[in-house]
């Protein structure tokens, strides 16, 4: 899709994420052993021919940055397009923090201005699937609509006040948009992923800072759907996907990927990630392991039970994980046992401490703290 172009904002409100996002976004979050939230969205997009990726920050941007770098390993570091990191910036109109999507587009509108792609496929950041595009902008340009808005009917989406829900009728087109409704009347969640002509999100963009409005759904595409005499459609995605938005989200995503026909069904097209060179993984006589990802770089002596280990996790012997998520470069010791726990980076459970958290609500251990 040469004349279509991404826009990725990773701003989210993340205070249910507690201590694994003190340091990083939602898209910096890692997952799945090797992965960032954010690589599947961008791996989305190249696989369809994007070749025009910018990408919006707020705060905690440092890590996101180092991940993604001149994004290479996603063929997005040619001289024309290719990925474009749009930090935030303080200016006189700009304090460098968004109060929402408008905010950010309105302060990066010279890129906007700049690319040359007709359409623009508008996402934020915080919801991990893996899409072909292709469809959903065809969708788009056969209905004629002005905006066309990405919804799942996957009913773990669904939150209580928090997301947008689509009323949606025969013809596909949206009739009306339920914001942060206490109980959801529908269970057609909004995934924020839109398509649109770039021009129109230019004109939008300028109408919404002309009228001191920040939220892009709630301001804007709302608007048009009971207001403008617009054509707002609506795109079905049929496949699985997983809201990053609270810690049991993010333990929840992990322990199903755990699942082969989970695993196989999301890379069913490819997912790119930063390269990092390890040695392969190093398991001990007595090891025990099931149902569980070992990442390169891991040295396994323990017994280690549905649980995901990213790269360089050290596991010593009569040390027994279950059902964790430990980031890289952990450490349980040994006679250790740990169960419903999240590990962040270089955090250390010393030897024979025992850890058990209820699999609802996990324990969260934050970065470089030792037990």
């Given at each position: 899709?040469?004349?279509?172009?991404?826009?990725?904002?990773?701003?989210?409100?993340?205070?249910?994420?507690?201590?694994?996002?003190?340091?990083?976004?939602?898209?910096?979050?890692?997952?799945?052993?090797?992965?960032?939230?954010?690589?599947?969205?961008?791996?989305?997009?190249?696989?369809?021919?994007?070749?025009?990726v910018g990408v919006i920050m707020q705060k905690n941007y440092h890590s996101l940055m180092d991940h993604l770098g001149s994004g290479k390993e996603w063929d997005l570091h040619s001289k024309n397009n290719g990925l474009i990191i749009l930090p935030p910036f303080l200016t006189r109109e700009n304090v460098g923090v968004?109060?929402?999507?408008?905010?950010?587009?309105?302060?990066?509108?010279s890129y906007l201005g700049r690319s040359k792609q007709e359409y623009l496929i508008l996402s934020n950041s915080n919801i991990i699937y893996n899409c072909d595009f292709d469809d959903f902008v065809q969708h788009h340009?056969?209905?004629?609509?002005?905006?066309?808005?990405?919804?799942?009917?996957d009913p773990s989406m669904v939150r209580d006040e928090y997301g947008y829900y689509l009323t949606v009728n025969d013809e596909n087109l949206v009739t009306d948009i339920e914001v942060h409704p206490t109980h959801p009347d529908t269970t057609n969640t909004s995934m924020e992923v839109f398509v649109l002509k770039r021009e129109l999100l230019r004109t939008l963009v300028d109408r919404g800072a002309s009228h001191g409005l920040h939220e892009f759904t709630k301001d804007m595409v709302l608007k048009m759907v009971r207001d403008d005499n617009a054509r707002v459609s609506a795109y079905e995605y049929k496949g699985r996907c997983w809201r990053m938005d609270s810690v049991q989200s993010y333990f929840r995503f992990n322990m199903d990927i755990l699942d082969t026909a989970t695993r196989k069904d999301l890379f069913s097209l490819p997912v790119y990630t930063k390269v990092r060179d390890e040695m392969p993984a190093h398991y001990g006589d007595n090891v025990e392991i099931s149902n569980s990802l070992v990442a390169d770089g891991c040295v396994v002596e323990g017994k280690v039970e549905n649980s995901i280990l990213f790269r360089g996790v050290r596991i010593a012997p009569d040390a027994y994980v279950k059902n964790?998520?430990?980031m890289q470069d952990g450490q349980v010791h040994s006679g250790a046992y740990i169960e419903n726990c999240i590990l962040d980076k270089q955090a250390v459970i010393k030897r024979n401490a025992r850890l058990i958290g209820p699999a609802a609500y996990p324990i969260v251990i934050a970065k470089n703290v030792v037990i």
């Open positions: 899709m040469k004349d279509v172009m991404g826009v990725i904002y990773t701003g989210e409100s993340d205070a249910r994420l507690r201590e694994l996002t003190m340091t990083r976004a939602i898209a910096a979050l890692p997952v799945a052993g090797r992965y960032r939230v954010i690589d599947f969205l961008v791996s989305s997009m190249v696989n369809s021919g994007i070749r025009n968004y109060n929402g999507l408008l905010d950010a587009l309105r302060s990066n509108s340009i056969d209905s004629g609509a002005d905006i066309t808005i990405m919804y799942t009917k964790c998520v430990i």
